[in-house]
């Protein structure tokens, strides 16, 4: 279960490095690195999904933890790699103006997506089972 911890860690990093890359990109724009950045919004996107992904892993082994629920591994395994590589689709995309076009983003974003959803749906029935 302390994979939960260790990847809400890697997502809270991202978390603060995407606030101050975007900090930069706003308040102090540096001719070349604007061109770098090319879609805020999208960043923004990204942000906010680090920041509740790294709200579910942290949620998940504290009420797992506060219940005495021994997790399945693999499913935290989902949720945290899951959890880190859904948001940094919205990265990418942000950079990258021909994103949505390419066969590769659309393929690594369908197996983060598949990931994720065994995960959560995993950890879910997990809870279902201890609460029923």
Same mark, same amino acid.
């Given at each position: 279960?302390e994979v939960?911890?260790?990847?809400?860690v890697a997502?809270?990093?991202? %978390?603060?490095?995407?606030?101050?890359?975007?900090?930069?990109?706003?308040?102090?724009?540096?001719?070349?690195?604007?061109?770098?950045?090319?879609?805020?919004?999208?960043?923004?996107?990204?942000?906010?999904?680090?920041? %509740?992904?790294?709200?579910?892993? %942290?949620?998940?082994?504290g009420a797992?933890?506060?219940?005495?629920?021994? %997790?399945?591994?693999?499913?935290?395994?989902?949720?945290?790699?899951?959890?880190?590589?859904?948001?940094?689709?919205? !990265?990418?995309?942000?950079?990258?103006?021909?994103?949505?076009?390419?066969?590769?983003?659309?393929?690594?974003?369908?197996?983060?997506?598949?990931?994720?959803?065994?995960?959560? !749906?995993?950890?879910?029935?997990?809870?279902?089972?201890?609460?029923?």
């Amino acid at each position: 279960m302390e994979v939960l911890l260790l990847g809400a860690v890697a997502m809270i990093a991202a %978390l603060i490095l995407s606030a101050w890359l975007m900090t930069f990109a706003k308040w102090f724009p540096l001719p070349g690195v604007d061109d770098f950045l090319i879609d805020y919004k999208t960043m923004i996107r990204a942000h906010i999904d680090y920041a %509740l992904m790294a709200l579910f892993s %942290l949620g998940f082994f504290g009420a797992a933890t506060s219940a005495n629920i021994s %997790l399945p591994t693999l499913a935290c395994w989902c949720i945290a790699i899951g959890g880190f590589t859904n948001p940094s689709i919205f !990265v990418v995309a942000a950079f990258d103006t021909e994103f949505w076009d390419k066969k590769i983003w659309k393929v690594f974003s369908a197996v983060s997506f598949m990931i994720t959803t065994v995960g959560f !749906v995993w950890i879910g029935m997990t809870f279902f089972k201890y609460a029923w």
